[in-house]
Every structure is written in structure tokens, then in C-alpha cells.
């Protein structure tokens, strides 16, 4: 399967907008935003659990990275996780999810890592956190999730506070991608081209990724009544069939 999988186009998609499909688990359902292959694949995906769904043991030959959108996600590799929390389950880990009665909806991405020596697993509760911090412009904070020098991979979350604004969002080396986990952003390029990628308003659940050459474009970005984003830089310049 391939869908969106060309990574030189940039796409603006609104996942509200994605019909749920059937995974081969029962009460395991997804939103396919990117994929290149069948099962097992390198894809981006909303996956909706449904109460007390379980999926069976597997293991993760190219990695899992997850945010928890709704609900309560569980494990017996790295426990429970609310709303908002961050997950990196690295190359080579094996677990069994399921949920409770609350089910559990959840921003996943497969098979996006290539550095064996990263620290196998990552959790963050961003909710509870004490380390986002302040950055230069007012009414924005970020929270360092992920770094890799080796593999140039960045990841973070930014909170906008309502009435944010900057004329300086730089796209950043190795593509990027941003998901709008709350609240509304819009952003417009600063060179004036108007198609959606380089103008778009966007609420939760809107998907947004900028490919390697894009590197260096500048936007001007806002938020009306203020946002939270997860953000993620360099990784779409990884060579996924070299892993170190």
C-alpha cells in the first residue's frame, strides 16, 4: 500500500475527515495519514482502541513512537499512559497493548527509526511535566521530547497561548512534521503562496508535513484561542533501510 508516501509533497490533512477502517485486530481501528507497505509498513496513523480491546504480542523491527490523544493506553513493556503522554518504544522492542473501559485513541508512528543505540524506551507525561519552557517570543512554551545527533531527529511538543504570533517559523532541516493535538493554528508563507500547503488554517487533529527541500522556508504562524502541537524535525531524511 502506498499513500501519501511520496516524501517530497508536502500535505495539510484534516484526519476528522478520515474514515476509521479495520485493523486485523477486532476493536482495533485506524486513520491511515502516510504508509508505504501492507501490515507491516512505515506509517503514520490515528489507532482507535476500542474498551478493552487488545492487540497481540508483536514486535517493532523499525521502532514505535506514540501520543496518547484520548483515553488510557497500557502495555507490559511501559505501563499505563494518559492523555497527552509521550511513548518511543525503540527498534527491536516487543510488547502487548490493550485498554480499559475508557478506550484509547492515539497519533502512531511505525518503522521511523535507523539508530539501534538510542535508549530503548522514552515516556513522557507532558500533562504533568515541569520542564516546558518559556521561549523567546510571549505566549509560547516547548517541551523537549526526543533528540538524536546521530540521525538528526528532533522532537517537541509548543503550547501557544490565545493571541500568539511570530513571523519567524523556519522549517527545519530533514522535513517536518506538526499534528494540532488541541486548539487551532494557522500558518501562511511568508513568500505569499496561497495553495493549502503554504496557507491553512488548522484545528485539532489537522496533520501537516513539509518535505526535506522545504528546509529553510519561513511562515508566519498564530493561534486565536491557543493551541498545543507536536512537532517533530530531521526525520524525513533518514535512510530507514540502513540501520545502524
Same mark, same amino acid.
Given at each position: 500500500?502506498?499513500?501519501?508516501?511520496?516524501?517530497?509533497?508536502? $500535505?495539510?490533512?484534516?484526519?476528522? @475527515?478520515?474514515? *476509521?477502517?479495520?485493523?486485523?485486530?477486532?476493536?482495533? *481501528?485506524?486513520?491511515?495519514?502516510?504508509?508505504?507497505?501492507?501490515?507491516? =509498513?512505515? +506509517?503514520?496513523?490515528?489507532?482507535?482502541?476500542?474498551?478493552? +480491546?487488545?492487540?497481540?504480542?508483536?514486535?517493532?523491527?523499525?521502532?514505535?513512537?506514540?501520543?496518547? @490523544?484520548?483515553?488510557?493506553?497500557?502495555?507490559?513493556?511501559?505501563?499505563?499512559?494518559?492523555?497527552?503522554? *509521550?511513548?518511543?518504544?525503540?527498534?527491536?522492542?516487543? $510488547?502487548?497493548?490493550?485498554?480499559?473501559?475508557?478506550? =484509547?485513541?492515539?497519533?502512531?508512528? @511505525?518503522?521511523?527509526?535507523?539508530?539501534?543505540?538510542?535508549?530503548?524506551?522514552?515516556?513522557?507525561?507532558?500533562?504533568?511535566?515541569?520542564?516546558?519552557?518559556?521561549?523567546?517570543?510571549?505566549?509560547?512554551?516547548?517541551?523537549?521530547?526526543?533528540?538524536? +545527533?546521530?540521525?538528526?531527529?528532533?522532537?517537541?511538543?509548543?503550547?501557544?497561548?490565545?493571541?500568539?504570533?511570530?513571523?519567524?517559523?523556519?522549517?527545519?532541516?530533514?522535513?517536518?512534521?506538526?499534528?494540532? @493535538?488541541?486548539?487551532?493554528?494557522?500558518?501562511?508563507?511568508?513568500?505569499?503562496?496561497?495553495?493549502?500547503?503554504?496557507?491553512?488554517?488548522?484545528?485539532?487533529?489537522?496533520?501537516?508535513?513539509?518535505?526535506?527541500?522545504? +528546509?529553510?522556508?519561513?511562515?508566519?504562524?498564530?493561534?486565536?484561542?491557543?493551541?498545543?502541537?507536536?512537532?517533530?524535525?530531521? $526525520?524525513?531524511?533518514?535512510?530507514?533501510?540502513?540501520?545502524?
Amino acid at each position: 500500500m502506498q499513500l501519501r508516501s511520496d516524501l517530497s509533497i508536502p $500535505h495539510v490533512v484534516d484526519s476528522n @475527515l478520515i474514515p *476509521y477502517v479495520d485493523s486485523p485486530t477486532q476493536g482495533v *481501528y485506524r486513520r491511515m495519514l502516510d504508509r508505504t507497505g501492507d501490515e507491516v =509498513a512505515r +506509517a503514520t496513523t490515528i489507532v482507535k482502541y476500542s474498551p478493552f +480491546a487488545r492487540f497481540p504480542r508483536h514486535t517493532h523491527g523499525g521502532g514505535e513512537e506514540f501520543v496518547i @490523544l484520548e483515553g488510557v493506553f497500557s502495555d507490559d513493556l511501559s505501563g499505563d499512559h494518559g492523555p497527552m503522554s *509521550y511513548c518511543r518504544h525503540g527498534i527491536g522492542t516487543t $510488547h502487548e497493548p490493550w485498554t480499559g473501559e475508557q478506550g =484509547a485513541v492515539l497519533l502512531v508512528k @511505525l518503522r521511523q527509526m535507523n539508530d539501534r543505540t538510542e535508549t530503548p524506551i522514552t515516556i513522557i507525561d507532558t500533562e504533568s511535566s515541569q520542564e516546558w519552557k518559556n521561549v523567546d517570543e510571549e505566549k509560547r512554551q516547548r517541551l523537549e521530547l526526543f533528540s538524536n +545527533a546521530n540521525t538528526g531527529e528532533h522532537v517537541w511538543m509548543e503550547r501557544w497561548e490565545a493571541g500568539f504570533n511570530s513571523q519567524q517559523w523556519t522549517v527545519g532541516e530533514g522535513g517536518e512534521e506538526i499534528f494540532v @493535538l488541541k486548539g487551532d493554528m494557522s500558518f501562511s508563507n511568508a513568500d505569499g503562496s496561497e495553495d493549502e500547503n503554504n496557507k491553512h488554517n488548522c484545528t485539532q487533529g489537522f496533520w501537516i508535513r513539509r518535505p526535506v527541500e522545504w +528546509a529553510g522556508k519561513t511562515f508566519y504562524v498564530k493561534s486565536e484561542h491557543g493551541c498545543q502541537l507536536f512537532i517533530k524535525t530531521g $526525520h524525513l531524511a533518514m535512510k530507514l533501510d540502513e540501520i545502524r
